[in-house]
């Protein structure tokens, strides 16, 4: 997303037109492939050569194995002049602003030495200790190591700490994130050590070191550009930018089938006004090609409360009426999607996804069709407060289809209303999607 961000704005003329980094700076980061990185590639177009950018052979990849170099390099004669640095992932981490105005906002806006962008993952700390304090010390928020800004000989510190954690056969950094809740019970290791990523040892230590070090929980210099599926399975919501945060505009379409709505909204007064992104949630397999092609970010994935896989029954006609719920009835009251064969999806923690990746001054309109998960969904986003970042709600109810009782839809219905007083229909209306076919 950070790349595809890139070259929106380089398109659109919208980076920033100086970018110069002052001689106490040093701007960094590792990458492991010959070929050049993302970070090289803004370099290049910035005209840029005060960087550093460390090459390093390591595989499998792990982010505690290139902190060795990272530090040396941090302590060598080469550096020896700069006193702050600025970290990014050499992939995935987006300059929106010059080197010199985001060392000034540091320097003026943040008491502390070293900060951090932040995130709202939902697997943010693994231990309730943790979890406990990060509520405390900063709402929840969590540490997100992919960028930062500090004082150098602070940096170091804090880094030499962790590298205490680090051992030669640290895990490779995906092999941690799917094992991470069994991870204390490998034998001979003592979470966190080994576990192969710098940024699970840092929540580890953040206590020791906070004040001096803190994360940009309000996002004046760290602000998320979108997010990726991964398409092995599981969510990554670390796809960060550094520079100042402009207003965004989305439209979301959760159960975006084969992009009827998408296209519609393409034709509407507030596309034509507004920069709007379409993020387009189907978690049918077979439908990805379709919605491709609509110029539009595509998350095969079924909106739901938590992140995990599911069984997505499906409606074997025309793929419409496609549910997670094997209670879903036609009208008439038959079952009529396929329960012998359910294909297995990934689901996602919507609310969570909203959190992660917007603030409450953007401008989003929500668009929900996901055939009776409205009720679980919803009560989430109302719990959470997310559904506060809803601008415009357009959705299709199903409590006829789930057998919910009407009572109970309509306090559901009026709490969504009492929080997002833009509530519609639904988008596509009856066989109004046969026109976008």
């Not at 962008?117 to 992919?146: C, D, I, P």
């Not at 959760?254 to 949630?281: L, N, R, T």
Request: hydrophobic share 35%; proline share 4%.
């Amino acid at each position: 997303m950070a790349v595809k961000e890139f070259h929106r704005r380089m398109a659109g003329d919208s980076l920033p037109r100086e970018f110069i980094v002052p001689d106490n700076l040093l701007v960094i980061g590792v990458h492991n492939y010959d070929l050049p990185s993302f970070f090289e590639e803004q370099m290049e177009f910035h005209n840029c050569k005060d960087y550093v950018c460390l090459k390093e052979k390591i595989e499998p990849w792990s982010n505690t194995l290139r902190l060795r170099p990272y530090v040396e390099y941090l302590e060598s004669e080469k550096a020896k002049l700069k006193e702050y640095v600025i970290f990014v992932d050499t992939d995935d981490v987006l300059f929106t602003e010059s080197p010199h105005k985001i060392l000034d906002i540091f320097l003026k806006q943040f008491d502390c030495d070293l900060l951090f962008n932040a995130t709202k993952f939902s697997r943010g700390y693994v231990s309730a200790e943790q979890v406990g304090w990060s509520q405390k010390a900063h709402q929840g928020w969590h540490l997100n190591a992919g960028a930062y800004i500090g004082k150098k000989d602070f940096v170091i510190k804090v880094l030499k700490k962790v590298l205490e954690y680090v051992t030669d056969d640290d895990l490779p950094a995906k092999k941690w994130y799917r094992n991470e809740m069994k991870y204390s019970s490998i034998p001979g290791k003592i979470f966190p050590k080994g576990c192969g990523s710098d940024q699970v040892i840092l929540r580890h230590l953040e206590r020791e070191f906070h004040p001096r070090l803190k994360i940009d929980t309000k996002r004046e210099i760290f602000s998320r550009v979108g997010y990726v599926l991964n398409p092995k399975g599981g969510n990554n919501f670390a796809r960060s930018s550094l520079g100042e945060e402009n207003k965004r505009y989305a439209f979301l379409d959760c159960g975006a089938h084969m992009g009827q709505s998408a296209q519609k909204f393409k034709k509407s007064k507030p596309y034509k006004e507004k920069p709007f992104e379409i993020f387009c949630f189907e978690p049918n397999s077979k439908l990805i090609k379709n919605l491709e092609k609509y110029d539009v970010t595509v998350i095969n994935s079924a909106v739901w409360v938590k992140d995990q896989q599911m069984e997505f029954y499906l409606d074997r006609n025309d793929w419409d009426g496609s549910s997670l719920l094997s209670e879903k009835k036609h009208p008439s009251g038959v079952l009529e999607n396929d329960l012998l064969n359910p294909m297995t999806v990934e689901a996602i923690d919507f609310s969570s996804w909203i959190l992660c990746n917007f603030l409450k001054k953007d401008y989003i309109i929500l668009k929900m069709d996901i055939e009776g998960a409205e009720y679980n969904v919803l009560s989430k986003m109302i719990g959470d407060k997310s559904l506060a970042y809803v601008d415009e709600l357009y959705i299709e109810w199903h409590y006829k289809k789930i057998d919910v009782d009407f009572r109970e839809h309509q306090v559901l219905v009026n709490k969504v209303r009492e929080i997002c007083p833009n509530v519609h229909e639904e988008y596509i209306k009856e066989a109004e999607h046969l026109n976008h076919l």
